[in-house]
């Protein structure tokens, strides 16, 4: 079965710039999405197909993926982006597969 | 706006099966593309996604779970049910439902219900 690795937690200062990984076996041939989740809440799609912003979601939320891994970016971090981010693919044989979730703390 | 809405028991017991409805408006799931999700998170874990139904009346399972549930639709009534056997305290979680649009944003869960707590306990 395909498996998506993450960082258990990234810390980041105030208004410097955050890299969450993904790590998958060739994970550079499918779709990566990231997903935000603030305490409490449902997750919100935050980037989908590795670099695609939805309406409403900040410049400063930036995706790529090459390789065998997928990197969220979030430029000018800020409080509010304290949250746990998820990376998700779609799999031939394993159908949706979820990251284990990366925990963010802005300093 | 699409909104999603789940509904169901809030506590079952250990071997009971667990029934949740999954009501939703501001889209059709006869829409080529369209699919819904149920996706749950355990408190203070990661999400893991159970089981999709698309448009077109396929359906996917999780490779560990897929003995234990079944999904289904009824279109007309806009709702997407779940059924999962044999429930455990394990299977205490948060359950979401999500959309899915693949026409715009491919395999992507573009909203997501608030989600309902379920508690497994005798």
């Known amino acids: 079965s395909y498996e998506l690795t993450q960082p258990l937690s990234v810390s980041v200062a105030l208004g410097q710039t955050a890299r969450i990984t993904c790590g998958g076996n060739?994970?550079?041939?499918?779709?990566v999405h990231w997903y935000q989740q603030k305490p409490g809440q449902a997750p919100v799609l935050v980037i989908y197909?590795?670099?695609n912003r939805p309406s409403g979601i900040p410049e400063r939320f930036s995706g790529s993926n090459s390789g065998n891994t997928a990197t969220l970016t979030i430029s000018r971090a800020q409080a509010g982006d304290e949250a746990d981010y998820y990376c998700?693919?779609?799999?031939?044989?394993?159908?949706?597969?979820f990251g284990g979730g990366t925990k963010l703390t802005v300093l | 706006q699409v909104t999603l809405r789940e509904s169901g028991p809030a506590l079952v017991k250990p071997t009971q099966t667990l029934t949740l409805t999954c009501t939703f408006s501001?889209?059709?799931?006869?829409?080529?593309?369209?699919?819904v999700s149920w996706i749950r998170q355990p408190p203070g874990k990661a999400l893991e996604w159970l089981t999709l139904?698309?448009?077109?009346?396929?359906?996917y399972y999780s490779t560990s779970l897929k003995t234990r549930l079944t999904i289904s639709k009824d279109t007309s009534k806009n709702q997407v049910v779940l059924t999962m056997t044999n429930m455990d305290p394990v299977d205490t979680a948060t359950y979401h439902c999500?959309?899915?649009?693949?026409?715009?944003?491919?395999?992507?869960?573009?909203?997501w219900g608030q989600g309902t707590m379920v508690t497994v306990s005798s």
């Open positions: 999500a959309r899915t649009d693949r026409g715009t944003k491919g395999d992507a869960f573009d909203i």
């Open positions: 501001g889209f059709s799931l006869s829409t080529s593309g369209m699919c």
């Open positions: 060739n994970i550079g041939s499918k779709s």
């Open positions: 139904i698309d448009w077109d009346d396929d359906k």
């Open positions: 197909r590795d670099a």
């Open positions: 998700q693919v779609w799999d031939s044989s394993t159908a949706v597969v």
